[in-house]
């Protein structure tokens, strides 16, 4: 059983940076994949960042080369550092990890983008 908690949302400034924060209760050995994703009001959740099997990296269009996806394996956390962001980029933020066995999601944290 793999509990997630997310934090480091909030509202910034459009243009600012947030660094969010995803720890995982357990050592994780063996994943399908590993990442964030978000969701708008109105909008499905959709892929921000993750890391596949043998830790590809995997951005959508929309954040590439403005947000980094980093794992610290000694503190089970997971990061993703948000640069220049958009108002287009506000939504709350889910960590996820897909495992062999299931998956698991964090309960989200928000980000606003918004002057």
């Known amino acids: 059983q793999v509990q997630l908690v997310e934090s480091g949302g909030g509202l910034v400034q459009p243009g600012g940076s947030l660094r969010l924060s995803c720890a995982a209760s357990v050592r994780i050995f063996t994943f399908n994949s590993m990442g964030w994703y978000r969701q708008a009001p109105g909008n499905e959740r959709e892929l921000v960042a993750r890391?596949?099997?043998?830790?590809?990296?995997n951005y959508a269009d929309s954040v590439k080369g403005r947000f980094t996806i980093s794992w610290d394996n000694a503190k089970n956390m997971l990061y993703l550092q948000m640069n220049s962001l958009k108002p287009e980029d506000t939504a709350l933020y889910y960590c996820?990890?897909?495992?062999?066995?299931?998956?698991?999601w964090g309960q989200g944290t928000q980000v606003t983008v918004s002057s």
């Open positions: 996820n990890v897909l495992t062999p066995r299931r998956e698991y």
């Open positions: 890391f596949t099997g043998g830790w590809t990296t």
